[in-house]
């Protein structure tokens, strides 16, 4: 049976960047969607596109995919123009779309074969369905099947190509948390046989999980671009929290720590260090416990997470 590795396909071992987006414009009457964005995505690397609502995300994918044509700046694709070499490019790249571009009749696995006919060497279409959970609905009609399938059936459309560079818009939404997971491995899968992939997705849980490198998005300029690592390291500083007896007097610990740090009582015997958390912090957090006979019932550090970061570059209220 051929293996199901996206990656066995002969590739061209051009050096470019998967996609090189530079000062791209677009444009809807009066309205600026993406403005000027840079954005460079690395050959065999995970990419985790973020942004909320409005911010020019969707319009930047979609003119690498070649759906939109930009009002100004270049966008390169494999090193190819995505509007102007199209018919080159297509074979190269898939794309897993929320919705549209499938007849409600027909069934499953049809589709995923005539998916795989316009390819020279596409997966095997019974072991990328049984990987996917789609085994048992291979004659279902599109229509009856559920969202989740729907949505499983769709990344295995965007894949079965053997794709160089694959964009993926929310794979996981409406999916359980099986169906997530298997998702999650065959992305890393993807990456491991050296498949550039484009992520865009909600779930910040799922971009630190996936991604190499994370660019985020906010009125149609790239604002923040690099690893989650680094990402969440530039944000607020960590903290540290630790449980004891109500009423401590903070203030005498706070002359304890670092001119830098803070310190305070968040709610009854719930209480929070902030400043740069090191062992010599730690060291001197659990010092003064120790001298105020105080038994901390939980010590633990709080990391600032990529959400932390989202929010903080994009502001908290919801976005129409």
């Not at 997530?180 to 630190?208: Q, Y």
Request: hydrophobic share 40%; aromatic share 4%.
């Amino acid at each position: 049976m051929p293996s199901t590795s996206p990656g066995d396909a002969p590739r061209s071992p051009g050096r470019e960047p998967a996609v090189e987006v530079v000062g791209l414009v677009k444009r809807y009457g009066s309205k600026t969607a993406v403005d000027g964005l840079d954005l460079t995505v690395a050959r065999g690397t995970v990419t985790a596109v973020l942004g909320p609502n409005g911010a020019g995300k969707t319009t930047t994918v979609e003119t690498c995919e070649g759906y939109r044509r930009p009002d100004a700046g270049q966008v390169r694709v494999l090193g190819l123009d995505p509007v102007a070499d199209a018919a080159a490019l297509r074979p190269r790249i898939g794309v897993l779309l929320q919705s549209g571009g499938v007849y409600p009749g027909a069934r499953a696995e049809e589709m995923l074969r005539h998916t795989a006919t316009l390819h020279s060497h596409p997966l095997d279409v019974v072991t990328l369905m049984e990987r996917l959970g789609l085994g048992s609905c291979g004659r279902t009609p599109y229509r009856r099947l559920s969202g989740g399938q729907q949505q499983r059936l769709a990344l295995a459309m965007a894949v079965v190509g053997r794709p160089e560079l694959v964009f993926l818009d929310e794979p996981t939404a409406g999916l359980d948390p099986q169906a997530r997971r298997a998702t999650w491995d065959l992305v890393r899968e993807l990456r491991a046989d050296g498949v550039s992939v484009v992520l865009t997705t909600h779930f910040m849980d799922e971009a630190e999980q996936l991604a190499d490198d994370v660019a985020i998005i906010d009125g149609g300029k790239v604002v923040a671009q690099g690893s989650p690592e680094e990402l969440c390291k530039g944000g607020a500083e960590n903290s540290l929290r630790f449980t004891g007896r109500p009423g401590l007097d903070v203030a005498s610990l706070l002359k304890a720590l670092p001119a830098d740090s803070a310190a305070a009582e968040l709610t009854a015997g719930i209480y929070r260090v902030q400043g740069r958390i090191d062992p010599q912090l730690l060291a001197t957090v659990t010092s003064w416990c120790a001298q105020n006979g105080v038994m901390p019932d939980a010590i633990a550090v709080e990391r600032h997470t990529l959400e932390d970061v989202f929010l903080e570059l994009t502001g908290k209220e919801l976005r129409a």
